[in-house]
């Protein structure tokens, strides 16, 4: 792993992340997380404020980035919620069958490799009555736009530490075990290839 990857990206991931447009979609989903929750690609720690810590008994934190993992520790010490931080990949999620209440995944679809998988993990750990809480940009609805999403792919995937442009997020939660419950899809100001939103809840079908 280079330079770019180890020090630029993380913080660039960070930076992004933290700005208002992606702020304002974790200040309405990540309250809906309830119980025992998993966060899938746990990131810098973003979402930690914005948990309903009323409703929220533990967040284990999954993610595979050390150099994230650094990042995050401040917000992992302040947190109002208890963390159980786990270093691993969303594609084999390290906690039992029907454990957890909540898997919250946000800005991290696009970028976990067998999202298919990971979106089958999630589901595998839920437990009855459990649910899935999204919030991830993906393909856009305009043929333009979807062009350009599909051009510049290669070379932003390289960029941006594996992140994908033009995925399919709801058909993804759909066939990896999930009813959608809820579904809304918007652009957010900035740049339209990449601001192409999908928020949701769904449960295990
Ligand atoms: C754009 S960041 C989003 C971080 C955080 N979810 C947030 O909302 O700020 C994408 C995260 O997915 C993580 N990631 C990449 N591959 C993953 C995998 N296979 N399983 C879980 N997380 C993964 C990255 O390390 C990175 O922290």
Redesign the pocket.
């Known amino acids: 792993m280079g330079l770019y990857e180890r020090r630029v990206l993380?913080r660039l991931?960070?930076f992004?992340?933290?700005r208002e447009p992606?702020t304002r979609l974790?200040r309405e989903m990540v309250p809906l997380a309830a119980g025992e929750v998993l966060?899938?690609?746990?990131?810098?720690?973003?979402?930690l404020p914005h948990y309903d810590a009323a409703r929220v008994t533990r967040v284990y934190a999954?993610?595979?980035?050390e150099a994230?993992w650094e990042l995050a520790a401040p917000a992992v010490r302040s947190s109002r919620v208890p963390v159980d931080c786990r270093l691993?990949?969303?594609?084999e999620i390290p906690l039992a069958s029907r454990s957890v209440d909540s898997v919250l995944?946000?800005?991290?679809l696009?970028?976990?490799?067998?999202a298919p998988a990971?979106l089958r993990e999630a589901a595998r750990v839920l437990r009855p009555g459990g649910r899935l809480v999204f919030?991830e940009h993906g393909a856009a609805p305009d043929p333009g736009v979807r062009r350009w999403q599909r051009r510049i792919d290669p070379l932003w995937t390289r960029l941006a530490?594996?992140?994908h442009l033009d995925r399919e997020i709801p058909a993804l939660v759909a066939a990896s075990g999930f009813r959608i419950e809820s579904l809304a899809a918007r652009y957010l100001p900035g740049w339209k290839v990449a601001s192409y939103f999908y928020q949701g809840t769904a449960v295990c079908s």
């Not at 999954?62 to 980035?65: F, T």
């Not at 691993?88 to 594609?91: E, I, K, N």
């Open positions: 993380p991931v960070h992004v992340c933290g992606a974790r966060e899938l690609g746990f990131g810098s720690g973003l979402n999954l993610e595979p980035s994230m691993g990949s969303a594609q995944v946000t800005f991290t696009c970028t976990v490799p067998d990971a919030c530490g594996g992140c």
